[in-house]
């Protein structure tokens, strides 16, 4: 067998590459020739020339546990505990499941070939320290590229301190700085499918001695759990937010599994560190299989699927702004309205083409790699950037697939019309519409046009117009619209300014939009759309349509959330039928102690009708002040978050408003779900030196929220492209820039989604999903299309317009099946 490589800082020697020569000829003889143990230990095989990549067959499962130690003394009681511990998890479980257990202290058996292999897998449980020689070294290494497993414990991470390939193995090594006592805290459990943490409490409460590193292993190894550092005291060296616990990865040939838990005695009488234990015995051992590929950053490949588009053409893509796939693996992806710098921006409302643009919708084929221009819609939406009186964010909005687009072609876009825009009051519709397309040129007919669903907004001042659409499992249609609100006039917070108008219409208070229950903007709304292009209203939705005060109608039907201030992107997971959305927050850069809370962009997950609180709350349930006639300037009472009422002289619907939910994730330029001390009357102290930031792994500075999907995994899919089940159920949560802004994966819990319930996990997916200019830089769409590969939209460099870098992306997985391979299981596929 050939040694791959030797201790660098030792070197190689000829003495030791010939012993693990014959070392390596010895465990590959006689390496895993054991299958899953029987209730009955049987008596030890004979040693057989076998192939690894043969059936195992023969007697029981071993696993040897090494404790052998550096320094003098006597065997130390975490030893001996573990020892304990592993052989009643040995006799523990089905029998198809159990293992014998041999314990030593001796290094000799690391060169013992025969004997070494033998065993399924090798634990080491030692304090750490130089405790293999040279040759005992080559014979672990040879044991492992002839398919052995091992798991290491605590201190097994400072062992072999010389050696790369056992930095390797381990995975990191621990800092000299960090704390040395016990201390109680949460270990996020992130996967919810290896052996070793399925069983496990998402968040999993416990002492231990907690190990800092010198270098953060994530994206080289598999994580399967991380400690919660704000729940202890990490000390010097601390990791902050991403700081693994346990991970695994297939090294060498074989199968590593490391846990920094394990450093105190009373470890190993605790059940759920047994079962930590139990399962990455079980695939260390080879008698079940598990994925440890899923989070490593190398196995994954992100491609550029479109061109730069040709000189005063958009033929590859418009302005980004939303995408959809199609069940036959198309990608529909639209361009809001913006053009290149060859094409004139009309400013002037005197003139009639003012804001005039082209929405464009392209179609990226995979079978071919070739994109179609769809169709355009002319929209009002290119007028360009700078102030906000004089930019635009209307325009061609958010598109969606009909449930049977593969026998209707029906195709559902959001957008406004330009020839629908009144010059003169500053007044525009925006509308839903059904188009038909042909499947066979991938071409919208103009004239197939079927409006379902119209409401005015105003465009005197930008913005906000939200856009994204959904479907859920009962094909209602869900349509995201922004507060038609001016960013200005209300020092960065609450847009709730009264006051500003243009020909009596308010451009500055939202609460004349998305605090308003009879105004469609601001909102989530679900409609049911029928085949005649009407719709129906399904039932529960926050209102009915029929609730009047004052005799007269105050509400909107199709309103299932309010109180949303620019929702661009919402997911419906289809499995569930809960609902998925994010919005952009107000322009205060800090906490008023006056005025409420900084701009927060926000994360939801919504599982019934509600209303989310913009623009009287945010965060968890965070109040704004009050600002009303006669002077807007000066602040009144705190807003009731749980008791909101709307007084704006500019609104026509209810008084008495929903009750606000929480929301889930909230962040701000200091960082994650900042939260302050609360009066008796629940008004936050708003006071910087006071935040305590919630989730830490998340900041923001420059800041737009872009919702992404759950994913879900197919295991039916024979795709050799899509995303692992690791990421089954996690959702995604994005931000338009890339800088110390989320881009993650996160874990929520079903109990306390609903109600505002903190994430319990999240991961970054910033070396997955890449950053910086070459990569991924402006994030303005994600979803997953059927081979489960991600399909993301880069918006570009500029604003209001598309330029060289503006792209549609796939990012596929690269890495494989879990491990080991069927035919070299203990026991069966498992």
Not at 33 to 57: E, F, L, N, Q, R
Not at 69 to 83: R, Y
Not at 395 to 414: A, C, K, S, T
Not at 794 to 806: I, W
Request: with cysteine.
């Amino acid at each position: 067998m050939h040694l791959r490589r030797l201790s660098a800082t030792r070197g190689p020697s000829t003495r030791r590459r010939g012993r693990a020569a014959a070392v390596s000829a010895a465990v590959v003889a006689g390496l895993l020739a054991a299958p899953a143990a029987s209730a009955h230990p049987a008596p030890d095989p004979p040693v057989t020339t076998m192939s690894i990549k043969s059936p195992p067959g023969g007697a029981n499962v071993r696993v040897l546990v090494f404790h052998g130690s550096a320094a003098a003394g006597q065997e130390s009681p975490l030893v001996n505990a573990g020892i304990e511990a592993i052989e009643r998890i040995g006799l523990s479980g089905p029998a198809d499941e159990r293992f014998r257990v041999e314990a030593t202290d001796d290094a000799s058996v690391f060169t013992d070939g025969a004997q070494l292999g033998r065993y399924n897998a090798v634990v080491f449980l030692t304090g750490g320290g130089d405790v293999l020689d040279p040759d005992q070294e080559a014979g672990l290494e040879a044991y492992m590229e002839a398919g052995g497993g091992f798991l290491g414990i605590h201190d097994a991470a400072r062992a072999e301190p010389y050696s790369d390939w056992f930095t390797g193995l381990i995975g990191a090594r621990p800092a000299a700085s960090g704390p040395a006592d016990v201390q109680r805290a949460t270990v996020e459990v992130g996967d919810r499918r290896h052996p070793a943490t399925r069983d496990l409490p998402v968040q999993w409460k416990r002492p231990d001695k907690w190990l800092n590193w010198v270098k953060n292993p994530s994206g080289e190894v598999h994580t399967v759990a991380r400690v919660r550092e704000s729940t202890y005291r990490p000390g010097a060296g601390a990791g902050g937010w991403d700081h693994p616990v346990s991970w695994c990865r297939d090294y060498d040939g074989g199968r590593s599994f490391y846990t920094g838990m394990g450093g105190t005695v009373s470890s190993y009488d605790e059940t759920d560190f047994r079962a930590h234990l139990r399962g990455a015995l079980l695939w260390t051992t080879r008698l079940a299989q598990a994925d440890c590929t899923a989070t490593i950053t190398g196995n994954y490949r992100a491609e550029r699927l479109t061109r730069p588009n040709q000189p005063g053409r958009n033929d590859q893509i418009g302005e980004p702004h939303g995408l959809v796939t199609a069940p036959d693996g198309r990608v529909f992806y639209i361009g809001r309205g913006g053009a290149d710098a060859s094409r004139p921006v009309v400013t002037d409302w005197n003139d009639p083409d003012v804001g005039k643009g082209t929405g464009q919708v392209h179609v990226y084929d995979p079978e071919t790699g070739k994109v179609t221009l769809a169709g355009e819609l002319t929209v009002f939406g290119n007028k360009g950037g700078g102030d906000e009186l004089t930019k635009v964010e209307e325009g061609l909005l958010g598109i969606e697939l009909d449930p049977r687009f593969e026998q209707n072609g029906w195709v559902y876009l959001h957008y406004t019309p330009h020839s629908r825009i009144d010059r003169d009051t500053r007044m525009a519709e925006r509308r839903v519409s059904r188009f038909t397309l042909d499947h066979a040129t991938n071409r919208l007919d103009p004239g197939s046009e079927k409006v379902l669903l119209a409401w005015p907004v105003q465009i005197h001042s930008c913005c906000h117009a939200g856009g994204g659409m959904a479907w859920d499992s009962e094909d209602n249609l869900y349509i995201a619209t922004g507060d038609n609100n001016s960013s200005g006039f209300s020092d960065g917070y609450s847009g709730n300014n009264p006051e500003p108008a243009f020909k009596g219409v308010s451009f500055a208070d939202a609460r004349r939009t998305a605090g308003n229950t009879n105004n469609l903007n601001g909102k989530i709304l679900r409609i049911h759309p029928e085949p005649d292009g009407t719709y129906t209203i399904p039932d529960g939705n926050l209102f009915t349509g029929k609730e009047t005060a004052e005799g007269g109608g105050k509400t909107r039907g199709e309103i299932y959330v309010m109180g949303v201030r620019n929702p661009a992107r919402i997911f419906v997971d289809k499995s569930t039928d809960v609902l998925y959305a994010g919005w952009v927050g107000p322009d205060a850069s800090a906490p008023s102690p006056t005025w409420g809370p900084a701009k927060y962009d926000t994360f939801a997950v919504i599982t019934e009708a509600s209303n989310r609180g913009w623009p009287y709350c945010m965060g968890n349930k965070q109040p704004y002040r009050d600002r009303n006639l006669p002077d807007p300037s000066k602040p009144l009472g705190w807003y009731d978050c749980d008791h909101p009422k709307n007084e704006s002289p500019n609104n026509d619907g209810l008084v008495n408003l929903p009750p606000v939910t929480g929301n889930n994730i909230w962040y701000s330029p200091q960082g994650g779900a900042p939260d302050f001390p609360r009066t008796a009357d629940g008004v936050p102290s708003y006071r910087a030196e006071e935040t305590t930031y919630r989730l830490p792994w998340l900041k923001g500075g420059g800041q737009a929220a872009m919702n992404g999907p759950v994913y879900r995994y197919d295991a039916a899919s024979t795709s050799g492209v899509k995303w692992p089940a690791y990421w089954d159920g996690k959702w995604f949560v994005g931000d338009f820039y890339d800088g110390d802004q989320p881009r993650n994966a996160v874990l929520m819990d079903p109990a306390t989604q609903g109600d505002g319930g903190l994430p319990v996990h999240s991961e970054s997916l910033k070396k997955i999903v890449p950053v910086g200019d070459d990569g991924i830089r402006n994030l303005m769409d994600w979803k997953f299309g059927p081979d489960g590969a991600l399909y993301v939209l880069d918006y570009g460099r500029g604003f209001f317009t598309s330029d060289s870098r503006s792209a549609l992306w796939r990012v596929t997985y690269t890495g494989g099946g879990p491990t080991p391979a069927a035919g070299q299981l203990a026991r069966g596929v498992r």
